[in-house]
């Protein structure tokens, strides 16, 4: 079993900053990782993922702003979100996973951080 949780959401304004952290614990630390989040009355979307190697990979609409990196030694995972929009407001969740299909193309990772509420003001 892996545990995730997450922290480091906020409010901010349009323009700003944030970086997520994601710690993980329990077995198989060394899963591929991602971001996913979900916005009110949308359904949730992959954001980005790091594979064990450091292979990244991003969704279209945060590509440029965002940057996940992952500390192997301190089994943890961020998301830099930088140029922040209104529309980045959602529940950030983090996702690990040993296949890396499934954090980047089903979007059904094993396992679920709580997620962390980032809401980006105008």
């Known amino acids: 079993q892996v545990q995730l949780v997450e922290s480091g959401g906020g409010l901010v304004q349009a323009g700003g900053s944030l970086r997520l952290s994601c710690a993980a614990s329990?077995?198989?630390?060394?899963?591929?990782m991602g971001w996913f989040r979900q916005a009110p009355g949308k359904e949730r979307e992959f954001v980005a993922a790091?594979?064990?190697?450091?292979?990244?990979t991003y969704a279209d609409t945060v590509k440029g702003r965002f940057t996940i990196s992952r500390d192997s030694a301190k089994n943890t995972a961020y998301l830099q979100m930088n140029s922040l929009k209104p529309e980045d407001t959602a529940v950030y969740y983090c996702?690990?996973?040993?296949?890396?299909?499934?954090?980047?193309?089903?979007?059904?990772?094993?396992?679920w951080g709580q997620g962390t509420q980032v809401t980006v003001s105008s």
């Open positions: 996702a690990a996973d040993p296949a890396w299909v499934r954090l980047v193309r089903t979007g059904t990772p094993n396992y």
């Open positions: 329990g077995r198989t630390l060394s899963n591929p």
């Open positions: 790091v594979s064990r190697s450091g292979t990244v």
